[in-house]
């Protein structure tokens, strides 16, 4: 299997075929990204797409002084960036329509439990609400680290802060998540014992 | 005062050996510590639970440097176009929103709606096309699907529903009936035989990209179809009610 910079260095010298194996590798990660940071599907999409054209674009300029993953990255994040600003709002989390038993028996994998399975998928969502509700710079930190499995020195060369402001960004945003799932959970439990499930919303903050 | 930067890194593992060694040390009698270690332990691993959807991705880039000329049928079948139109206006809307696409003399370029300040014309165009079409069809009819839904909720005049590979002639006949009015009803007629022809022509054109039907229909827009009436207000209705979601 090629490396990156095989395949960049390829993609400069005209090979497209290359370009799409260095896509199809990443736009699985990148995509996640874009999801994570806006909270949205279809914009996520979008920003991944443009992300692969500007990258192709600008292939020439790219010398390989970082890591073509960072330098990716990078674009995605500023991509994102914009589109937050654009839309003045802070990022929504799509919440599904709602727990489909039917579904989650269909996707039941092993020895999972439908309550596991239920529980994960709502585990899921308190996280989802959880990062929505922190400052932008708190989240992306948290994604690159722990979705991207950055490095601190990774994540500050990425985002140009100091490596101590990285860690402050890590430390607070975990600290604050860690209530509100704290929170999320005694209130599933207090529903669960009431009989009714947490009702699903469109979390806008 | 513990120090919270070491805990971080104790936390994530990225400590050198001698400090990961003294951080033990400083647990072992710093219950603070120990206690939020364990807790900031878990919360990471609620964090895992969240896993973002698992759409059918498939980028790849189909042209580079060649300039791609626009694609005959839909020059030549301004019919089609108008037809299409209106049955895809929906999946436009519906499924795909913030998409820019440019035809022009030097290519075919897709975009996302907020690049609009980066147009760089004399850039070689790229064509990024989505891969399996087939699902990206199912996509659409999902939202479709979805839109009628919520529609029939509203109370919304009832429609057929819009299953593009699935509607029969006579279906299409009848969706256009139903939302072309009276007053039109000459260009309903025309509108009719359109659709019909974009039936036929719909099973090879149906394979294509929805980025080059999205292209025919731009193209339009920026034309002088007189688009009826109708099918525009069709078009916005369905529009307000995509945006509610």
Redesign the interface.
């Known amino acids: 299997m090629m490396s990156d910079e095989e395949l960049v260095a390829r993609s400069r010298g005209?090979d497209?075929d290359s370009?799409?194996q260095l896509?199809?590798r990443w736009?699985?990660p990148i995509?996640?990204l874009a999801?994570?940071v806006i909270g949205r599907?279809?914009?996520?999409?979008?920003?991944?797409?443009?992300t692969?054209?500007r990258a192709?674009?600008a292939l020439g300029g790219f010398k390989g002084q970082a890591k073509f993953s960072s330098w990716l990255y990078r674009i995605t994040l500023n991509l994102c960036r914009?589109?937050i600003r654009?839309e003045r709002r802070t990022p929504i989390v799509q919440a599904p329509e709602g727990v489909d038993l039917v579904e989650l028996a269909g996707e039941a994998v092993g020895t999972e439990s439908i309550d596991e399975l239920v529980s994960?998928k709502e585990?899921?969502r308190?996280?989802?609400k959880a990062?929505a509700l922190l400052p932008d710079e708190q989240r992306t930190a948290?994604i690159l680290?722990?979705?991207h499995g950055l490095?601190?020195q990774e994540i500050a060369d990425l985002l140009d802060c100091p490596l101590?402001t990285v860690?402050t960004r890590?430390?607070q945003g975990?600290?604050v998540?860690?209530r509100h799932?704290q929170q999320a959970d005694v209130e599933s439990a207090r529903a669960r014992s009431a009989g009714t499930l947490d009702p699903v919303i469109d979390t806008r903050v | 005062m513990c120090d919270?930067?070491l805990?971080?890194?104790y936390l994530?593992d990225?400590l050198p050996s001698s400090d990961r060694q003294a951080f033990d040390r400083h647990l072992a009698s710093c219950a603070d510590c120990r206690e939020e270690v364990d807790?900031?332990r878990?919360?990471?691993t609620?964090?895992?639970?969240?896993?973002?959807?698992e759409?059918d991705?498939?980028?790849?880039?189909v042209r580079?440097a060649t300039p791609v000329p626009p694609a005959r049928w839909w020059r030549t079948s301004p019919a089609w176009g108008l037809a299409a139109a209106a049955l895809l206006t929906l999946a436009v809307s519906a499924?795909?929103?913030?998409?820019e696409v440019r035809a022009g003399s030097d290519g075919v370029v897709?975009?996302?709606?907020?690049?609009r300040d980066a147009a760089?014309p004399r850039?070689?165009p790229?064509v990024?096309s989505t891969g399996a079409s087939d699902v990206e069809l199912k996509r659409v009819e999902a939202r479709l699907k979805d839109l009628e839904g919520r529609l029939v909720a509203r109370q919304a005049p009832t429609l057929v529903p819009l299953s593009v590979s699935r509607m029969s002639d006579a279906d299409i006949v009848r969706f256009v009936r139903q939302t072309v009015s009276d007053s039109e009803q000459r260009q309903q007629g025309v509108l009719a035989r359109q659709i019909l022809q974009v039936n036929r022509d719909t099973e090879t054109a149906r394979r294509a990209d929805i980025d080059r039907l999205l292209v025919a229909y731009r193209e339009l827009q920026g034309t002088n179809f007189q688009t009826s009436r109708s099918v525009k207000a069709l078009e916005d209705h369905f529009m307000r009610v995509g945006l509610q979601r």
């Open positions: 005209g497209q370009f799409n896509v199809l736009e699985r995509y996640a999801y994570r599907e279809e914009e996520a999409r979008d920003v991944a797409q443009e692969f054209l192709f674009r914009d589109w654009r994960r585990l899921g308190a996280v989802a990062m948290i680290k722990e979705y490095t601190f101590s860690k890590l430390y975990l600290t998540l860690r799932l | 919270k930067e805990l971080l890194g994530y990225e807790h900031l878990g919360t990471r609620h964090l895992m639970s969240w896993a973002p959807p759409p991705l498939g980028f790849h880039v580079s499924a795909i929103a913030n998409v897709v975009r996302t709606g907020w690049n760089a850039e070689a790229v990024l």
